[in-house]
């Protein structure tokens, strides 16, 4: 009796961790619909069809503001969205705009790139913070046979449940170096069965 006692309250105490960080995250409203303005969507697609190589690796941060249904995205900043220095800058800006904040990223490929587990890695690592992450996509093969080439999204909570799983079960104390080796492993072995992503509804 004791045993299983002792047993039951290991078990607790190990699966506590990652039903608190799902508590908390049920903690924000989840905001689903994302407003972008018709000025941002030109600029957009201008700098898509006047760059050199038809707006390929073309990325940024997404700055805005969220209302209680709403995400609206105000401005698009180019910058390399997997580099910390870069992410210092984007810092920077975000204290700066005093009607701004940081809420996601946005970036224009084939549609074979854009989840790279680097890219996957800082995705996951925002959302942490920002549950209400926004992940805009520019589909360039959609740009160039005329067809809608915008998706938006962020990762599944079933994809972040695993992840922060993980995380605790290894007991690993993320760095530089640590968290980069996590990553990459754990892209690896991810089930394939799991929705890695979750639509946003995209309003023009």
């Known amino acids: 009796k004791i045993n299983i006692k002792e047993m039951t ?10 039903v608190q960080l799902q508590t908390l995250r049920e903690t924000y409203s989840e905001i689903n619909e994302v407003k972008i303005s018709k000025d941002i969507i030109k600029k957009l697609l201008t700098n898509i069809y006047t760059s050199s190589n038809f707006g390929q690796k073309m990325e940024g941060v997404i700055f805005g503001r969220y209302t209680e249904k709403q995400l609206i995205v105000s401005t698009l900043i180019p910058c390399t969205i997997t580099e910390s220095y870069n992410a ?4 920077y800006l975000e204290t700066s705009r005093l009607d701004n904040t940081k809420i996601g990223f946005y970036l224009c490929d084939n549609g074979e790139e854009l989840l790279s587990h680097h890219k996957l890695k800082t995705f996951i690592e925002f959302q942490k913070i920002f549950p209400n992450c926004v992940i805009l996509t520019i589909d360039i093969n959609a740009v160039k046979t005329n067809t809608y080439p915008f998706k938006c999204f962020r990762i599944s ?35 394939p069965t799991i929705d890695f992503l979750q639509p946003l509804k995209l309003t023009v």
């Open 9 to 18: 309250e290991e078990k607790q105490e190990e699966v506590k961790p990652i």
């Open 88 to 91: 210092n800058f984007a810092n």
């Open 157 to 191: 909570n079933k994809l972040m449940d695993k992840f922060e799983e993980e995380e605790i079960e290894e007991n690993i104390i993320m760095d530089k170096n640590t968290i980069k080796e996590f990553y990459k492993q754990m892209f690896k072995k991810l089930n």
